[in-house]
């Protein structure tokens, strides 16, 4: 079994920033896909960013640039630091896993893991 447990949610200015953390708790396996997902009101779910064990990263095209996910191993921990947000990046973000290597881009059914959400709210 793995916990995931995001924190960090919070209401920003629009060009702010804010890292999301998520605290990752359990059996890791060698191989691994972490991600971001969000859902903004009204809107599917969608993936943000993605990290493998191999540390290659992936973004969805409307962060690429502003946005970037980091794992610090020692802590257990997975990241997402966000800058230039807009009001469109509005949205619950959650962190997921599968135990397998990342497939970008991938689909929250294929994820095993998730956690319970973090919001984040971008204010003009």
């Known amino acids: 079994q793995v916990q995931l447990v995001e924190s960090g949610g919070d209401s920003v200015q629009s060009g702010g920033s804010l890292r999301l953390s998520c605290a990752i708790a359990?059996?890791?396996?060698?191989?691994?896909?972490l991600a971001w997902f969000r859902k903004a009101p009204g809107k599917e779910r969608e993936g943000v960013a993605l990290?493998?064990?191999?540390?290659?990263?992936s973004y969805t095209d409307s962060v690429k640039g502003r946005f970037t996910i980091s794992q610090d191993n020692a802590k257990n921990t997975l990241y997402l630091q966000m800058n230039s947000l807009k009001s469109d990046d509005t949205a619950t973000y959650y962190c997921?896993?599968?135990?397998?290597?990342?497939?970008?881009?991938?689909?929250?059914?294929?994820?095993?893991?998730w956690g319970k959400g973090t919001l984040v709210t971008v204010v003009s």
């Open positions: 359990g059996y890791m396996n060698e191989f691994y896909c």
């Open positions: 990290i493998g064990n191999d540390g290659r990263t």
């Open positions: 997921a896993a599968v135990f397998r290597r990342c497939a970008p881009p991938e689909s929250d059914y294929a994820m095993s893991y």
